[in-house]
């Protein structure tokens, strides 16, 4: 009869998965998946409450009564109550996200705004919270009477990053442009996009290229173009030659202090466009020759009686080739007497005579001698140096 009434008590009776809350020791960590939190981010929080397992045949909720809320808030806005429900039957973990959805600011500099504040929701996964640029958002549970437990994560914004995903690009190759501000992740369900202007030194307006985030909440946006010498910018297609700079830019307008909310800033990153050919392979400078004023070939020098040098370069590479020659004329004390130059561009398969006048004022040895360079800042040697001796008689 004993073992009878016994079964029948634990059949009626309440059975709890854990002892009732102890209000002497409250035991309830708060956790958020990330220490910091940008204005647009999804927050997904636990709350480890072995002791409001009280099923350990069900799954339990938290926090959605009066008597012991959970409360999430900023300064200016809060959620409550807030229902966590257990991630499984008997875990004694509950779990809960919301989306912060920042407050009403124009992101992109278009005069439009571009976020949906509000705040609604009791949980568990249904909640939106406004937040404004520097805040905090606090979530606080009512363990117990006068027993509250609380954690907080700030939230901020943050100056993004831009960088290619190379630092010299061969002409043809694929570009990729990849921006890193998770401020901009503005629907963490969704897709965000960001525009991205990118150019190059030969055609300085460039293009607006569209950023697309890697996935819904990574806050990374990537963009590829392509690098063309043949055809004009267009779409993702980029107009650039050998030897030029590529740029890529787009301005943040969520700064975090000393910033103001209203301050924006431009973010670029450059990289250079190169040939797999070595750059000393990439001309052919042919020897010197002298003509007179008429075209015709000299053989001989004489004082006061002016002369071309002429010197012969050719492009034999596929792609076009901007360069400088240089002429330098040295006497036989190794002075130099003469330098000059022509800039210019050579296409391909190009060949192209390059002279230049210098009238000799005595007689004497004089050393002649070519340079083929890329240009006069920073030159890079394109072809081995010519040199010639005359005598002016």
Do not use: C
């Not at 300085?204 to 990374?220: C, N, Y």
């Amino acid at each position: 009869m004993y073992l009878f009434f016994t079964i029948i008590s634990l059949i009626l009776l309440p059975v709890f998965g854990e002892p009732i809350p102890d209000y002497e020791k409250p035991y309830s960590p708060i956790f958020t998946d990330k220490p910091v939190y940008s204005w647009t981010d999804k927050i997904k929080m636990t709350i480890i409450a072995p002791s409001w397992n009280t099923d350990r045949h069900l799954i339990d909720s938290i926090g959605n009564t009066p008597d012991h809320p959970i409360k999430i808030s900023t300064r200016e806005h809060s959620l409550e109550p807030y229902r966590f429900t257990e991630t499984d039957v008997n875990s004694g973990i509950f779990t809960a996200e919301l989306t912060l959805t920042g407050f009403a600011h124009d992101v992109d500099g278009d005069g439009t705004i571009d976020t949906t504040p509000r705040t609604m929701g009791t949980g568990p996964t249904s909640g939106f919270l406004e937040v404004n640029r520097d805040s905090a958002v606090t979530i606080s549970f009512e363990f117990a009477d006068g027993v509250i437990l609380t954690e907080s994560a700030p939230v901020s914004w943050n100056v993004g990053t831009i960088q290619f995903d190379q630092e010299i690009f061969l002409l043809g190759d694929t570009v990729t442009i990849r921006i890193i501000d998770s401020d901009m992740n503005l629907n963490p369900e969704a897709l965000d996009h960001i525009s991205i202007q990118v150019s190059s030194d030969s055609d300085i307006a460039g293009i607006e290229v569209d950023g697309i985030e890697t996935s819904e909440s990574s806050g990374m946006f990537v963009a590829a173009i392509h690098l063309s010498q043949t055809s004009d910018s267009s779409g993702n297609r980029l107009y650039s030659v050998l030897g030029d700079k590529i740029y890529a830019k787009y301005d943040d307008y969520t700064l975090p202090k000393p910033y103001s909310i209203s301050d924006n800033l431009q973010i670029n990153i450059f990289a250079l466009v190169d040939s797999s050919i070595t750059p000393i392979e990439r001309v052919d400078n042919l020897p010197i020759k002298f003509s007179d004023g008429f075209g015709n070939s000299l053989q001989s020098f004489s004082s006061n009686n002016p002369l071309q040098i002429v010197g012969t370069i050719v492009n034999s590479n596929d792609f076009k080739q901007r360069f400088v020659y240089l002429f330098q004329v040295k006497n036989d004390n190794n002075t130099v007497e003469s330098i000059s130059w022509v800039q210019g561009e050579l296409s391909s398969a190009q060949s192209l005579d390059v002279s230049q006048s210098w009238t000799p004022k005595q007689s004497g040895v004089y050393k002649i001698e070519t340079f083929v360079w890329d240009s006069l800042v920073d030159p890079i040697v394109l072809a081995p140096i010519m040199s010639a001796m005359i005598t002016v008689e």
